[in-house]
């Protein structure tokens, strides 16, 4: 069995060494053994140099598409963050260069630490969540029981919902006063929480929302990596008299590895860029208590009668910055599992 | 055994409830009277409730479904138009530069929303296809489509290289390869992409509201901000609506899912 | 490899033709909507995304277009986004002919060059009360003619106060107030419930109670406006006010009110229509000041502005339509439409007698001050923000009330330097 694992992890070695790691990537998420099939290969090399503008014919639509719609916004993002913007010059168009200033003054505003802080243990642990609840279900789900298929369908209820009424739905709920959350704990004798006005509770509340939105994401993807593990793998092992907890460290876990790192890497990019749940529940308050990076840009730009754009835009092109350095993060990763 | 699947369901069914509490909530409070709103201890079940959402839901909200609906598929066709002849090439044809690519999508898909609307909207606004159904498909696809290439990727990188080698010998052309044999195989990944594309487009509001605020084709998204006036809301209907707007798309669910579980057994991919 | 690419075009077209035969052609025919202006067409922009085509409103934006020889275009926009997209609006060339927005942003509106003055468009404002169109002018230059107004006060709950042995009318001054919150807790019902959210709502349900105390928005860590954060923040230690309103939006903390347990609910004009329907008999006192006396409420509602247009020409239809809109008939319908009190004392007079229990909101409207008077114009935001940042920080517990408005009063004095 263990040979079956590792012979599909270093078959993606042998992809060729230009390719860069998001298409290794992916090939890694069929692991078991598509990659060596490639390697071994023999047409290949010969068709390369016809198939690369065939490839490229493939590719043609989409290269025009990120060009048409993703370059602009990001230029001008980019732009946004290096002059300084007031109401009138924003409409007027000529806001002079100020350089780093906006950036320089976004790191000394006395709500970057704490903006930094949250962003991180908002991501750090809404993912851990949404991720182990997420495997478990899949898992779970994956035995075929009576309306487990159903079941696992209306899993992804929460993600049919506007984010304004569920966020909205959820401040309901963890209100102070007249909540359901106080009222069930008020009920076990609890003292009730103040969910979303105390500073001390603010960020959980908006995580444990959080949570809960992105488990159906999780589950599907998991559970559909965890339908291309072969069933002949399962027999295997239970010959051998693996116990199922024994089947889901050795062989579950590890054959899901590639299709965790997307998980983990997609969770991450959506995560970062939360801000309408946050919005919604507490405007990043009280007091910063619960203001994330993705919150705080917004709340430059359009939280306030008087936007602020160059902060604004400061602001989001950390949170990009950030995002890409967890993605070369995973790349490295990529790597060395290779 | 027959006791342990029972279990399994019945554990299978208390996750779910646990899951769809909030959802329970929201139609709770889709049936509440204003006066009962913020009521303390709250009501639990809608015992003294109103219709009065749902009447407002029918009368004003039906042509926003449809809109959302068209909107929905429009997003699932251009995303898969898009992302499977890409993945198919980044995964089996792999030219030089396709890693750049994937990295590339990869940035893609971390510009938050917003930047994305306010730069959509400058070029809309010169092209003027502000406030229409197409702009509004195009913007909603930039959030499935770096995902779409990124799982085409991944699954078809999966199928094996024999499969196509026996197709081109039989002298089909890579496109026709990609069509007839390619496309068939990876049922499962085009139902995933499709499933979540059209949640991200039914579920979107930044795009929307920045896109296509002022057209008469407005997304059901748009259609619940008519009950959330200047100093007041509406709240039983804002829930009436979503309660309705979830029904058709919970239906859908349903049946992709089905067909997820069924694409796989039918073990086309399977060497 | 031509065949790759010519097939890969026809699915292209076939998705853009479906996408045509379907919903697109749609969309398409009504892509002009909000763009542009051009021949007969007008737009308008309003913040009353509620107002569907069959309302009274709509309506009357139609009739003011026919009577002027021209189509309307009317869109509703949510009031938060109407800002930004008027400021994008701008920034393209192509604004509105007529846009109705908030009156704190006219002055943001104005400095940033969007708005024409009402001298430009010969728009008359003379019969507008002074202290409502003060929000509209800077710099001795008028920006727009207020649709209508409203403003706060206190509604109260009267079987409650019965109960509770508390005579409204008497309550003159904060002692007053808070004596009686003392007595309905007493008495096993809850006190009073406002909007203290971390946004511009927040700031709007703090002023009546800054400015009540003397304080000035110049210097947010005066020992008045100490004082007026310190009744506050004594009311929910207290127990009087709920911790709630800290998240609370001004519909949230009407529900509560609704809900039948609480005494006092601070909230505006546009909440008449939904007292009426709560089940229980209400009052309307004005807001107390710290010494006695009413104390004065911002006002609220939305400014008729002519946004700047390349093409001059198009200045004397808007004129008309600006004209209409504001007239005295008219401003009734909208004015009780929108449950909001005129801007001019005769139109006052007229809804006063047709409602006599507007008396008390006429009235609080007149003693009302807009946030951007007093010459702060754009710097109103800059101070908006620090005050509520304040307030949530005392009020959550993570300062004194003293030293949330000290730190308050640093940004503000930074920002508006």
Redesign the interface.
């Known amino acids: 069995m263990a040979h079956d694992v590792s012979a599909g992890v270093p078959a993606s070695a042998s992809a060729p060494a230009g390719a860069a790691a998001g298409a290794r990537a992916a090939e890694a998420v069929r692991g078991r053994g598509g990659g060596g099939r490639r390697g071994r290969d023999p047409g290949r090399p010969a068709r390369r140099g016809r198939g690369h503008w065939t490839a490229w014919a493939f590719l043609a639509p989409i290269v025009i598409y990120l060009l048409a719609f993703y370059a602009y916004p990001l230029y001008r993002n980019l732009d946004l963050s290096l002059r300084h913007y007031t109401v009138r010059s924003f409409v007027q168009g000529n806001a002079p260069f100020s350089g780093l200033d906006n950036y320089r003054d976004v790191f000394a505003d006395p709500a970057f630490g704490p903006a930094l802080l949250h962003t991180l243990t908002f991501t750090v642990v809404s993912i851990a969540f949404q991720f182990a609840i997420g495997l478990a279900l899949a898992v779970f789900f994956a035995q075929n029981f009576r309306l487990s298929a159903t079941l696992r369908a209306l899993f992804l209820v929460p993600w049919l919902l506007p984010l304004i009424v569920s966020a909205s739905t959820w401040t309901w709920m963890l209100n102070s006063d007249s909540g359901i959350v106080n009222y069930a704990l008020e009920l076990m004798h609890v003292d009730p929480v103040n969910w979303l006005t105390s500073p001390d509770w603010a960020l959980t509340s908006v995580i444990i929302a959080n949570i809960w939105i992105g488990i159906p994401f999780n589950l599907v993807v998991l559970y559909s990596g965890l339908q291309a593990i072969p069933a002949e793998v399962y027999e295997a092992a239970s010959i051998d008299g693996a116990t199922s907890w024994q089947r889901f460290w050795r062989i579950t876990f590890p054959l899901l590895r590639p299709v965790s790192a997307i998980t983990l890497l997609l969770g991450l990019v959506y995560t970062l860029k939360v801000f309408d749940l946050i919005w919604i529940m507490t405007k990043g308050g009280p007091a910063d208590a619960s203001i994330t990076f993705a919150t705080w840009s917004y709340r430059f730009s359009f939280g306030s009668l008087l936007p602020e754009f160059g902060p604004g835009a400061a602001v989001g092109n950390l949170l990009i910055v950030m995002a890409l350095f967890f993605g070369l993060l995973y790349i490295r990763f990529q790597r060395r599992q290779a | 055994m027959r006791y342990a699947r029972h279990a399994k369901t019945a554990l299978g069914l208390f996750f779910t409830a646990v899951m769809l509490f909030p959802v329970y909530w929201m139609i709770n409070v889709s049936f509440t009277r204003d006066t009962d709103m913020r009521a303390d201890p709250p009501h639990l079940f809608p015992l003294d409730g109103t219709l009065e959402g749902y009447r407002a839901v029918f009368d004003q909200q039906l042509p926003y479904l449809g809109t959302s609906l068209i909107v929905g598929l429009g997003t699932v066709i251009l995303t898969l138009v898009l992302s499977a002849p890409a993945g198919f090439a980044l995964a089996k044809l792999r030219p030089k530069g396709g890693g750049v690519l994937s990295f590339v999508l990869l940035i893609a898909q971390m510009i938050p929303g917003i930047i994305m609307a306010m730069g959509f909207y400058a070029i809309y606004l010169r092209l003027g296809v502000l406030n229409t159904i197409p702009g509004l498909i195009l913007a909603d696809s930039t959030i499935a489509v770096p995902f779409g290439v990124l799982i085409f990727t991944a699954f078809m990188s999966g199928i094996p290289d024999e499969l196509i080698n026996a197709a081109m010998i039989d002298g089909a052309t890579r496109w026709r390869t990609f069509v007839s044999v390619i496309l068939p195989v990876s049922r499962n990944a085009i139902v995933t992409v499709s499933l979540f594309a059209f949640l991200w487009a039914w579920s979107d509001f930044v795009f929307a509201t920045t896109l296509d605020g002022g057209g008469d084709a407005q997304p059901i998204t748009l259609g619940i901000y008519h009950y959330i006036g200047n100093n007041n809301q509406q709240w039983n209907a804002i829930m009436a609506t979503a309660v309705i707007a979830s029904i058709p798309a919970t239906l859908l669910l349903i049946l992709a899912q089905r067909y997820v579980a069924a694409g796989v057994t039918a073990g086309a991919v399977k060497d | 490899?031509t065949?790759?690419?010519g097939?890969?075009r026809a699915?292209?077209a076939l998705?853009i033709s479906?996408?045509l035969l379907?919903?697109?052609s749609?969309?398409?025919d009504?892509?002009?909507?909000?763009?542009?202006a051009a021949g007969g067409d007008y737009t308008i922009?309003d913040?009353?995304?509620?107002f569907?085509d069959s309302s009274d409103w709509v309506k009357l934006l139609t009739k003011c277009g026919t009577d002027a020889g021209v189509t309307v275009k009317r869109?509703g926009?949510?009031?938060?986004?109407l800002?930004?997209?008027a400021?994008?609006?701008?920034?393209?060339g192509?604004s509105p002919d007529v846009l109705i927005v908030?009156n704190?942003?006219v002055s943001?509106?104005a400095?940033?060059?969007?708005l024409t003055t009402t001298d430009e468009l010969k728009v008359d404002t003379a019969a507008v009360e002074p202290n409502l169109l003060a929000a509209g002018q800077i710099g001795g230059k008028t920006y727009g003619i207020p649709i209508g107004a409203?403003t706060l006060a206190l509604y109260y709950n009267k079987k409650i106060l019965d109960d509770a042995k508390v005579d409204p009318a008497a309550i003159k001054d904060w002692a007053g107030l808070t004596a009686a919150l003392e007595k309905v807790k007493a008495a096993g019902k809850k006190g009073i419930t406002f909007s203290a959210?971390?946004?511009?709502e927040g700031s709007f349900q703090f002023l009546p109670w800054f400015w009540g105390s003397g304080a000035n928005l110049t210097q947010l860590d005066s020992p008045q406006g100490v004082a007026s954060l310190e009744l506050w923040n004594g009311w929910l230690k207290n127990g009087y006010a709920?911790?709630?309103v800290?998240?609370n939006?001004?519909?949230?903390s009407?529900?509560?009110f609704?809900?039948?347990?609480f005494a006092f609910s601070e909230n505006?004009t546009?909440?008449l229509a939904?007292a009426k329907?709560?089940?229980f008999e209400y009052g309307i006192i004005p807001i107390p000041s710290q010494a006695g006396g009413t104390a004065p409420a911002p006002t609220?509602g939305e400014f008729v502005t002519a946004p700047v247009q390349t093409e001059t020409a198009r200045y004397a239809v808007t004129e008309k339509l600006i004209g209409c809109l504001s007239s005295s008939d008219n401003a009734l319908t909208t004015d009780t439409t929108l449950s909001y009190i005129a801007a001019t004392e005769a139109v006052q007079q007229k809804q006063v007698a047709a409602n006599p229990e507007l008396t008390v909101w006429v009235q609080a409207v007149k003693a009302a001050k807009g946030r951007t008077s007093d010459d702060l114009g754009?710097k109103?935001?800059?101070i908006?923000?620090p005050l509520w940042?304040a307030f949530?920080?005392a009020?959550?517990?993570?300062?004194s009330p003293a030293d949330?408005l000290k730190t308050a009063q640093t940004t503000a004095a930074a920002a508006t330097k």
Do not use: F
Request: net charge negative; glycine share 12%; with cysteine.
């Open positions: 490899m065949t790759t690419r097939r890969l699915a292209a998705v479906a996408c379907t919903g697109c749609k969309g398409a009504t892509g002009d909507t909000g763009t542009g922009w913040p009353y995304p509620q569907d869109t926009y949510d009031t938060t986004d800002t930004n997209k400021l994008l609006a701008a920034q393209q192509n908030d704190p942003v943001t509106l400095d940033a060059g969007v409203n959210i971390g946004t511009e709920p911790n709630s800290l998240n939006t001004q519909t949230t009407w529900q509560e609704a809900a039948g347990d505006g546009w909440q939904n329907k709560t089940g609220g754009t109103y935001p800059k908006s923000q940042t949530q920080a009020l959550s517990g993570s300062a949330a």
